[in-house]
């Protein structure tokens, strides 16, 4: 898992909304929601699925799927050169 581009994504989905309001609706706190931002730390797999309830994304999408971009990726950028 890469914490910056999970960072990232949070961030971007959160989108204007307060931090406040998200944290509120998932169960957590707002300082956990704010490491979660900031790429300090992962959360735990039941408050990933909250987050993806509540953004009406898959835990997948969130957590996961960077990964397999940079796969490929990296993949593309050695078969190029």
Same mark, same amino acid.
């Given at each position: 898992?890469?914490?910056? !581009?999970?960072a990232?994504?949070?961030?971007?989905?959160? #989108? $204007?909304? $307060?931090?406040?309001?998200?944290? =509120?609706?998932? #169960?957590? $706190?707002?300082?956990?929601?704010?490491? @979660?931002?900031?790429?300090?730390?992962?959360?735990?797999?039941d408050? =990933?699925?909250? !987050?993806?309830?509540? @953004? =009406?994304? $898959?835990?997948? *999408?969130? *957590? *996961?799927?960077?990964?397999?971009?940079?796969?490929?990726?990296?993949?593309?950028? =050695? #078969?190029?050169?």
């Open positions: 898992m890469n914490n910056a !581009l999970i990232r994504k949070l961030i971007e989905l959160r #989108g $204007s909304k $307060s931090r406040e309001t998200v944290a =509120k609706a998932c #169960g957590i $706190s707002v300082s956990a929601l704010a490491m @979660y931002e900031q790429g300090e730390r992962i959360p735990r797999d408050i =990933k699925i909250k !987050l993806a309830k509540y @953004y =009406k994304r $898959s835990v997948n *999408f969130i *957590f *996961f799927a960077h990964d397999e971009y940079e796969t490929c990726t990296a993949t593309n950028k =050695k #078969g190029d050169e």
